[in-house]
């Protein structure tokens, strides 16, 4: 019989692997018995629930990661970063596994102080190799020091981080010449600047700010960009002149420079256009004879003139010739000079010893053309006078001289009147600003608290006048220069009751001068009542005027006085009143009207030789209203009634007969 080979031993041996894959699998699906999950155990090893064998450590999982790189400009790996050499960081974002993952948002952070990003939101999205960049800059030329970026991305809900060192070196830059279009420009023309930035002897590509000034642009007369960030590495900007009318050197500095650049410009002065008169001093253009003196007075002038150049322009630097029109009268001080950064320049002129009046004349030299003459100009007219005043030119004078003040004091806020005093100088002009006057008075109060006088302005001052005691004036008190001594204008002071003396004076520093003024305390009430230029006053009761024919008036005229014969307060009403079989035409005038002391032969406003009545006259009308239709004689009554500013009334009563024809 032939020998076969024993084919059941292949057999038996494909049955056991597919027994042992069942048996894996099963082990799998069960946790293993106790051990991993999942993990086939070695052939021939224990498990891990199989009698106490330590089983094998656990895997990590794997996680995406971002790497960082610096890169310089050419792209070669760096990390020294200056103002010269920025650095592009590259942050490499891949998955788990290990491929690029794009779209990813990354957020870069470093020292402010040492770096800033480009774009200064410091955040960047990855292209299709999972790559973001971004520039990082030096923080400032000056920045130094080591510093760290920091990358971080969210990918797949994991946060995850990159850093790297860099380390900044301060930058040293410097200028290139700085460079002017036109070194020589006109007045008021323009030009234009450039300067270049370098680091190491090349443009510097960085932005770097440059700063422009100047003389000219520091005082106002010349503008430029003051502030020039760099573009491509050069500063430009426009110089325009303002009227400088110099030479200007202009400086440019930056940080991170320790040497400025300079150049020079040549700027033509502008041409003069006019010289024009400012002021002079004193204001009120006039100053005093040499010698005389006087409050307040100067015996020089002060004249002031303004260059202005073909723009309107103040001109400085600009010579100016003084010439003065009376020239043997008055001395001229400076005859030329040159303006201040303003335009202007002065002269002065002292007084001689006359009065007179001059000119100052202002000239531009080599101004002259073939058809005009140098320009010029001429000051106002300078009065030289003695400034002093003089008793001739001494006016007193009051806004009421009939006052409510026999009875009646003023209020210390309502005066009853106002004393005025004008002065001048032997010229006529008024005496200078604060000239002083003193008042005094024997009755009443003049003048304030605070003194009993005033000081001109323009030649006059005014003081308040209040009545009160004393009302009957003291003779010879008080002592003042109206009524003490023997010069010419000294009287007594009227001692008549209820007329006050006002004096006031004022001194040129030698002489006294003086003026006095009388004023009435006024009785409220008409106590004395002349009629029709009587002797004597009408008695008490009822005036009987007599008879008058029906188709006649009655025309007769009252004088009204106080009881002192002084005249009622000024403004008191005088009216016709209860008229029976009688019609009255208007009193002329209807009130007492401002009356100063007087004479038979006129006015003696000093009150010195002042007598007998003094009182207002009031012309009245009476006639009878029947007139030609008269059939009876009829007897007429009527008051005439006086009432007081104060309101105080007196009554005076008339009876009149009218017979028909």
Known sequence: MQHTPNSSKPAAQLRLAALTLIAAAALAACGGGGGNPGAVGAPGAPSAGGGGTTPPAPTTPAAPTVSLSLLGA????????????????????????????????VTFVTDANLGVFSPSAGTALTDDQGVARI????????????????????????TIVGERNYQVGATMLSFGTLKISRSAIQAYDSTD??????????????????????????????????????????????YRDLGCANDDIITVSADGVSVPATAALKIAPPNAASVQFVSADPVGKSIVIQGQGGINRTETATLKFRVFDTFGNPLPRRAVNFTVSSPTLVHLNKTSDSTDEKGEVITTVNSGTVA???????????????????????????????????????????????????????????????????IADSFGNPVPDGTP??????????????????????????????????????????ATPCNTGSGAGVSPDSTRPGLATVCASSTDGTNTIFGKIGLFFGGSGAAKVFLDGASAPLANGVTDLGTVKALDSKVFVLQLNDVNLNPLPFGT???????????AAAVVPATVPNIFPHTMNGDDITG?????????????????PAGKDCTAPVTATFNVTVTSPGEVVTTIPFKLAFSCP
């Open 356 to 422: 007179t009046s001059f000119r100052v004349f202002a000239t531009l030299p080599n101004t002259a053309t073939a058809t005009q003459p140098d320009i010029s100009t001429t000051s106002d007219s300078i009065v030289v006078t003695t400034g002093l005043p003089v008793q001739r030119a001494f006016s007193l004078s009051a806004g009421r001289s009939n006052l409510e003040g026999w009875t009646r004091d003023s209020s210390p806020t309502q005066p009853a009147t106002t004393v005025q005093v004008m």
């Open 135 to 158: 520039t990082l800059n030096a923080a400032s030329l000056a920045a130094g020091g080591a510093g760290k970026v920091t990358a971080t991305v969210n990918a797949g809900g994991t």
């Open 608 to 624: 010195t030789n002042v007598s007998g009545p003094q009182g207002s006259r009031h012309t009245f009308s009476i006639s009878n």
């Open 437 to 478: 006057v003193v008042f005094q008075t024997n009755m009443g109060s003049v003048g304030s608290s605070d003194k009993g006088g005033c000081n001109t302005v323009n030649g006059g001052c005014a003081v308040d006048f209040r009545t009160q005691e004393p009302r009957v004036p003291t003779p010879g008190q008080p």
């Open 74 to 105: 050419g792209g070669q790996a760096s990390n020294s970063l200056s103002g010269a050499t920025p650095l592009t960081v590259q942050a490499s974002v891949k998955d788990a596994a290990g491929k690029p993952m794009k779209e990813e948002l």
């Open 573 to 583: 009403r005088v009216e016709v009143t209860n008229l029976v079989n009688a019609s």
């Open 193 to 238: 600047l450039s300067v270049e930035v370098q680091a190491g002897g090349a443009t510097y590509a960085g932005r770097a700010t440059v700063n422009f000034t100047s003389a000219c642009v520091a005082a106002g007369k010349a503008t430029l960009a003051t502030a020039v960030a760099t573009t491509n590495g050069v500063a430009r900007t426009v």
